[in-house]
């Protein structure tokens, strides 16, 4: 038998768990875990200044460093309360977290609720639709299991947030613990969820028989590069990703066609997928968020190959290969290989790829921003600047569609964003956290000024720990999502407007370097300069006057698709409205 605290065996589990570093805000409830951590020379906790940002920093963790799990040490009750936001978008996007609540005694909770002093918050209850799983802790027995138990969860099947509660007598007070204790093992799948044979075949010949297939891959996909690789070239098909999956298909390769097709699309990807009568969709299951809210008209034939159990839209008259998508993606390409050794030739489609895609980017170039910052122009350059393995990082808005239809992005997990739960305040403590996980690249943040306006002030975090992170808002003084969306029924608020923001004070004030861009000349030495700075690990903010002016085809076919969705009726109401506020002012 070994005698050891609660906390102490919090340490040895994460430890065990391969945990460089948690995130929260210490409190009274989780003091005595901080205080184990400190001693560890492993795992370094990291005060944020809001739970929210910490589930953020978790967030980033697990999506910019493969075979990492992001994981919070916060309180429950209002710790939780804080955080939802980050482990709701984790959640929808299928991002394994580890979420660890300091709670309060067992011995007074009991003798609160006797005394029914107040009424009280169960974090389990509040955390259960947004979580896969949730544990309390009931003694110390209890701290290793459960905190493995809930590890294998989140990574397993389709990945996601889970929530272990440990009240605070238990991480203080100490009890004899048999020995030896045990190592952490991954769970391994059953054998008996491997897919058959004879869907493998079935898959192959749908894919070799279509006149058109095309090839749709999501975040589920990213760390399968190679694979999607030889599978498109196999079968010469195009390939587009997810918003989500942007960073899942090199876009350097000539069958990239774009993100997304059909009316959300970009030109090439639209063209390319027009006929398309097979889809393969690897690690999307085709929802709302993967398809731009739905707007693509999807053919009949379609072949999933995915990690996930749930059920899936049109599973029924789909092909379904679940698995490890790696394998199963290289299982399906022997198949093919066997009924027809010789890769598809597509010159045709490939010429029309590069011709769409070089006639798009120049019309973005060729786009008056009077005197603002053209965003075709900023990406180019950035593109220029920063290596090829650079993370980008956007928040939620405008930009985050800017960013994946102009920024070239070839590297897996080199783009994140809060696409799923469209949560803002993202971009800055997921810019800290993908630098503290991957500190030997360029980490670099696309955020705009009303979600800066959220969480910029974690960009202490940053000055704290002497993070080389470069922060680009995109500056124009409203919040332009919704402003631009006003248009289409001419309605007018001032609740937009963000007003005069002297974004160098702020960073001045945190002692965070600035460097404005106020024109399209200003960007190259602008970058220049925000890398070098960022390479004597200080953080820099960019301040760059966007010019939003000409809309995203991303954001346009989602308003024209959602608009559409509306009744004759409430299309003409709409108009009435829009009729007299015009003539009203």
Same mark, same amino acid.
């Given at each position: 038998m070994i005698n050891k605290s609660g906390a102490w065996l919090i340490q040895y589990a994460l430890e065990q768990l391969g945990i460089s570093h948690t995130f929260g805000i210490p409190g009274a409830e989780n003091a005595e875990i901080y205080n184990q951590l400190s001693q560890s020379k492993q795992i370094t906790p990291l005060l944020v200044n809001h739970e929210m940002n910490a589930a953020f920093m978790a967030d980033a963790v697990s999506r910019t460093r493969a075979g990492s799990v992001g994981t919070m040490l916060i309180v429950s009750g209002s710790g939780v309360t804080h =955080?939802?936001?980050?482990?709701? #978008?984790?959640?929808?996007?299928?991002? %394994?977290?580890? $979420?660890?609540?300091?709670?309060?005694?067992l011995s007074s909770a009991s003798s609160s609720q006797s005394a029914n002093s107040r009424p009280s918050i169960d974090s389990k209850e509040i955390l259960k639709p947004l979580t896969k799983a949730t544990f309390s802790v009931s003694d110390h027995q209890q701290?290793? #299991?459960?905190?493995? =138990?809930?590890?294998n969860i989140a990574i397993k099947d389709r990945p996601g947030p889970v929530f272990v509660e440990i009240p605070a007598d238990i991480q203080i007070l100490s009890a004899d613990i048999e020995e030896p204790l045990p190592l952490y093992t991954e769970s391994r799948d059953e054998a008996d969820e491997l897919t058959s044979d004879t869907d493998f075949n079935t898959a192959a010949r749908q894919l070799l028989e279509a006149?058109? %297939?095309? $090839?749709?891959?999501?975040?589920?996909?990213v760390d399968a590069h190679s694979e999607v690789t030889a599978l498109a070239q196999q079968i010469g098909a195009p390939v587009c990703t997810t918003l989500s999956g942007v960073s899942s298909f090199p876009a350097q390769h000539p069958l990239h066609a774009g993100m997304i097709f059909g009316p959300a699309a970009i030109p090439s990807a639209e063209n390319a997928f027009k006929d398309c009568d097979c889809l393969l969709a690897i690690g999307t299951n085709l929802n709302a968020a993967d398809t731009a809210s739905g707007s693509v008209d999807l053919p009949k034939n379609i072949i999933y190959i995915t990690s996930e159990k749930q059920n899936l839209d049109h599973q029924e008259t789909a092909t379904l290969l679940h698995g490890n998508i790696q394998q199963i993606a290289t299982h399906l390409l022997y198949k093919i290989q066997e009924q027809q050794p010789a890769a598809v030739s597509r010159k045709a489609l490939i010429d029309d790829i590069a011709s769409h895609k070089a006639l798009f980017r120049q019309e973005w170039l060729n786009h008056n921003s009077r005197g603002r910052v053209n965003p075709a122009v900023f990406f180019d350059r950035l593109q220029a600047a920063v290596n090829n393995d650079a993370i980008i990082i956007t928040d939620d808005g405008l930009h985050t569609y800017l960013a994946a239809e102009l920024m070239p992005i070839n590297s897996p997990r080199s783009f994140i964003s809060p696409s799923s739960f469209n949560a803002m305040g993202y971009c800055i403590p997921a810019v800290n956290a993908a630098k503290l996980a991957n500190p030997e690249k360029q980490v670099i943040g696309i955020v705009g000024d009303g979600a800066m306006l959220m969480s910029g002030m974690e960009a202490l975090t940053a000055v704290r720990e002497n993070l080389g992170t470069i922060y680009c808002i995109f500056n124009d003084g409203k919040l332009s999502r919704t402003s631009h969306s006003q248009p289409l029924n001419n309605s007018q608020t001032n609740c937009t407007q963000l007003g005069n923001i002297n974004w160098g004070s702020f960073a001045d004030s945190i002692e965070c370097g600035y460097i404005p861009v106020r024109h399209n000349s200003d960007i190259e030495v602008a970058l220049r300069h925000a890398l070098e700075t960022a390479a004597h690990n200080q953080p820099v903010f960019l301040d760059i006057s966007i010019d939003y002016s000409r809309h995203s085809n991303y954001a346009l076919g989602v308003e024209k698709?959602?608009? =559409?969705?509306?009744?004759?009726?409430?299309k003409l109401g709409m108009l009435g409205r829009a009729i007299v506020r015009k003539l009203t002012g």
């Open positions: =955080a939802i936001s980050g482990i709701g #978008e984790a959640y929808l996007a299928g991002v %394994p977290l580890l $979420i660890i609540a300091g709670a309060s005694s701290i290793l #299991e459960t905190l493995f =138990a809930a590890y006149q058109s %297939p095309g $090839i749709i891959v999501g975040w589920g996909a698709t959602n608009a =559409a969705r509306f009744s004759s009726t409430n």
